[in-house]
């Protein structure tokens, strides 16, 4: 069976639509109009009848004679003014020779056949009956009129709904062509981007809120992602390439002059330097595990946290070896910000390497002070030190993967520190910030407030 394609689909459903409420619209207007005619004729009908009995009562049967005749235009024949007897039989008065009421006395008003001969007996009459003395008055009018008029509103409400049907053909090309258009583009960037060419990028409408903007706006932000982790990506291959030459170089270097010592004191010194060379390998693959790990968390694993009881827990955990690397560690909490939704032990473990690297790098200072505080909506998590710091032109380099400055080249690591705390940080929907502690490095994770 053949499958409408997704633009045929949106054109039948836009024609469906318009079809639909057009003919409710239709539906609406019909029935309106009908129940407004019915109600014209009843009022007309009763207030004749009204009027009529006035005038027997007034003079008789020869009063309201006189009053036929003059109510009956010439040409007339749906008028139907007729005094009646018990039989039905018509006494005096224009309709039908006999009418068909029934035995009922008064009718304030009915639609049906009135007579037993043509033209009453072939079409319905709106009517009310007045008991008048011994006699009846049946007064009212063939719906002759009325229902031209309804035939007219027929043929206009038909002719309303071709034209509607025509519109929404019309319409369903111009809502088709909008939508297709939109998702040309849409499927264009996809094919580019499968292409090889990562720059591509959905046009949005200029402040367009529609879903496809919206669409555009999501397919953006992951291409950004995914061009971000491509350049990431050759950033890393190229420097995993580079970084592990050396230690993958006196590796080899140091397994030769271990298998060649004779001396077991000398072999087992060679060991010793071979393991230390291996931890720093396994260091730095270990880092780019949990960095990669941190950046595709799922968010059922975050919960509700109070950052200022996290930071008092981890300062109780660090203050002891502060103490014992002969540093004043200190803990200012500026401000209680409400719980947040965050990765306990991913940001516990971005925490701690800020403070390792503080100890590390900041240990001439003599001092390091994890502080807590709320500003501007932002939830500020920042580790202050009094060592050298980094100049404001290195710290888009410090914050790269395997970017190490010449200061700390000297020093065991890979360069991976920063980048975990960063992809922590990205991962709450904040952000990494080193600024000047002058002197000293004041390194931040900026969480959304809430």
Not at 20 to 28: D, G, I, K, P, T
Not at 102 to 123: N, Y
Not at 285 to 299: A, Q, Y
């Amino acid at each position: 069976m053949m499958r409408l394609s997704v633009t045929a689909r949106i054109a039948l459903l836009t024609i469906a639509l318009a079809l639909v409420s057009n003919v409710v619209l239709v539906a609406f207007i019909w029935r309106q109009v009908h129940d407004d005619a019915i109600d014209s004729l009843r009022r007309d009908t009763t207030e004749q009848a009204d009027a009529l009995v006035s005038v027997w009562r007034s003079g008789g049967l020869p009063a309201l004679g006189r009053t036929i005749d003059e109510a009956r235009a010439p040409g007339d024949l749906s008028l139907i003014i007729a005094v009646i007897d018990g039989g039905g039989r018509r006494v005096a008065g224009v309709g039908p020779a006999v009418v068909m009421t029934g035995q009922a006395g008064a009718v304030d008003f009915r639609i049906g056949r009135i007579g037993v001969s043509p033209p009453w007996s072939l079409r319905d009459a709106g009517y009310s009956v007045r008991q008048i003395g011994g006699l009846r008055l049946v007064s009212g009018r063939l719906l002759d009129d009325w229902e031209q008029v309804q035939r007219g509103i027929e043929r206009a409400l038909a002719l309303a709904m071709l034209l509607s049907f025509g519109l929404g053909i019309g319409g369903a090309l111009v809502v088709t062509r909008y939508v297709g258009r939109r998702l040309d583009r849409v499927a264009d960037v996809i094919e580019g981007v499968a292409g090889g060419d990562l720059s591509r990028r959905v046009a949005s409408a200029s402040g367009g809120g529609d879903a496809f903007d919206r669409l555009a706006i999501r397919l953006n932000a992951m291409l950004d992602k995914v061009e971000r982790l491509m350049v990431e990506l050759r950033i890393i291959t190229d420097s995993l390439a580079h970084d592990l030459r050396s230690p993958l170089a006196r590796l080899r270097t140091k397994t030769e002059q271990a298998v060649l010592l004779a001396d077991p004191v000398q072999r087992e010194a060679a060991l010793g330097g071979l393991l230390t060379e291996t931890d720093m390998v396994m260091r730095m693959l270990t880092m780019l595990i949990e960095i990669s790990r941190s950046e595709s968390v799922s968010r059922d694993r975050f919960a509700s946290i109070d950052p200022a009881a996290l930071v008092e827990e981890i300062a109780e955990l660090y203050a002891p070896v502060a103490e014992d690397a002969g540093l004043h560690f200190a803990t200012r909490v500026d401000s209680f910000p409400s719980r947040l939704i965050l990765h306990r032990e991913l940001m516990t473990q971005a925490i701690a390497n800020l403070i390792d690297n503080a100890l590390r790098h900041g240990a001439g200072g003599g001092e390091v002070t994890l502080r807590l505080v709320r500003a501007g909506g932002e939830v500020r998590i920042q580790v202050e030190d009094r060592g050298p710091g980094i100049a404001e032109v290195d710290r888009a380099q410090a914050l790269r993967r395997f970017g190490r400055l010449d200061g700390a080249r000297s020093t065991p690591g890979a360069g991976l520190g920063l980048s975990l705390i960063e992809a922590v940080a990205r991962l709450h929907g904040g952000r990494l910030e080193l600024g000047d502690n002058a002197p000293g490095l004041a390194a931040a994770i900026v969480l959304p407030g809430s």
